[in-house]
């Protein structure tokens, strides 16, 4: 169960952090991401960081590397993105996702597997 | 980066049609692709990963296809929990993923 909170009104050049809350699995070693949804458009990968046993890399889209930074906290279970130095273009819905890992004949396949409700980024002036 | 495109964009359709939404990806992806559905004001749902393998819980009329650049999504006989968005999602260039611009499916 993710639940993601912190989203809001901000003008353009602020900043913004957002949460996203985990229950019901082993959140420490979860791979999360964040994907996005720009009003009436497609899905858009935002980042994702590892558990810490797997090193803990993070990796970011190209539209938000060096403005948004993705961290977890896990003794709290929640994840985060800070958002800094926002476009009108970061417009969107936000939602949190663990990453499945799943196994066919030896190969690994990744995907979005469970998702949050997403909570809701408005940049405006 | 690997670009994804849908086909068609919208589609109307029927209560028992059987109908197929295409995905192609700019290079070959080998058999490293997701399809999600997503209902309107809902989170989306993975439906199927590589390519093929239905998630756990997917109804058995959902199925894919495909693999190198061409790939397909099929529902058998439509129902009408089906009318959604569909989105391809390309995992071979993990984490870097990609998805498809949708493909919304109404009703007739």
Same mark, same amino acid.
């Given at each position: 169960?993710?639940?993601?909170? &912190? $989203? $809001?009104?901000?003008?353009? +050049?602020?900043?913004?952090?957002?949460?996203?809350?985990?229950? +019901?699995?082993?959140? #420490?070693?979860?791979?999360? #991401?964040?994907?996005?949804?720009?009003? &009436?458009?497609?899905?858009?990968?935002?980042?994702?960081? =590892?558990? =810490?046993?797997?090193?803990?890399?993070?990796? *970011?889209?190209?539209?938000? =590397?060096?403005?948004?930074?993705? #961290?977890?906290?896990?003794? =709290?279970?929640?994840? *985060?993105?800070?958002?800094?130095?926002?476009?009108?273009?970061?417009?969107?819905? *936000?939602?949190?996702?663990?990453? &499945?890992?799943?196994?066919?004949?030896?190969?690994?396949? *990744?995907?979005?597997?469970?998702? +949050?409700?997403?909570?809701?980024?408005?940049? #405006?002036? | 980066?690997?670009?994804?495109?849908?086909?068609?964009? /919208?589609?109307?359709?029927?209560?028992?049609?059987?109908?197929?939404?295409?995905?192609?990806?700019?290079?070959?992806?080998?058999?490293?692709?997701?399809?999600?559905? !997503?209902?309107?004001?809902?989170?989306?749902?993975?439906?199927?990963?590589?390519?093929?393998?239905?998630? /756990? %819980?997917?109804?058995?009329? @959902? /199925?894919?296809?495909?693999? %190198?650049?061409? @790939?397909?999504?099929?529902?058998?006989?439509? !129902?009408?929990?089906?009318?959604?968005?569909?989105?391809? !999602?390309?995992?071979?260039? /993990?984490?870097? @993923?990609?998805?498809? !611009?949708?493909?919304?499916?109404?009703?007739?």
């Amino acid at each position: 169960h993710l639940v993601e909170s &912190g $989203g $809001g009104l901000v003008k353009p +050049g602020g900043s913004l952090r957002l949460s996203c809350a985990a229950s +019901g699995f082993t959140f #420490s070693k979860a791979w999360m #991401s964040w994907v996005r949804q720009a009003p &009436g458009k497609g899905l858009e990968w935002v980042g994702r960081i =590892k558990g =810490k046993s797997d090193g803990g890399t993070i990796d *970011y889209a190209a539209p938000v =590397k060096g403005r948004f930074t993705i #961290s977890r906290d896990d003794s =709290k279970n929640t994840l *985060y993105l800070q958002m800094n130095s926002l476009k009108s273009e970061d417009t969107a819905v *936000y939602y949190c996702t663990t990453d &499945g890992i799943w196994y066919v004949r030896d190969d690994a396949y *990744y995907g979005m597997h469970v998702w +949050g409700q997403g909570t809701t980024v408005t940049v #405006s002036s | 980066d690997i670009q994804m495109t849908q086909s068609p964009s /919208s589609l109307s359709a029927s209560v028992g049609d059987r109908v197929t939404i295409t995905c192609r990806t700019s290079q070959t992806i080998g058999n490293y692709l997701n399809w999600y559905q !997503q209902k309107p004001g809902k989170a989306p749902k993975l439906l199927i990963y590589a390519a093929s393998s239905l998630q /756990s %819980g997917v109804p058995s009329r @959902f /199925s894919g296809s495909g693999s %190198g650049t061409d @790939f397909t999504l099929t529902i058998s006989s439509l !129902q009408p929990e089906d009318f959604a968005t569909y989105y391809c !999602q390309q995992s071979y260039s /993990s984490p870097l @993923f990609t998805f498809g !611009q949708g493909t919304k499916l109404d009703i007739k």
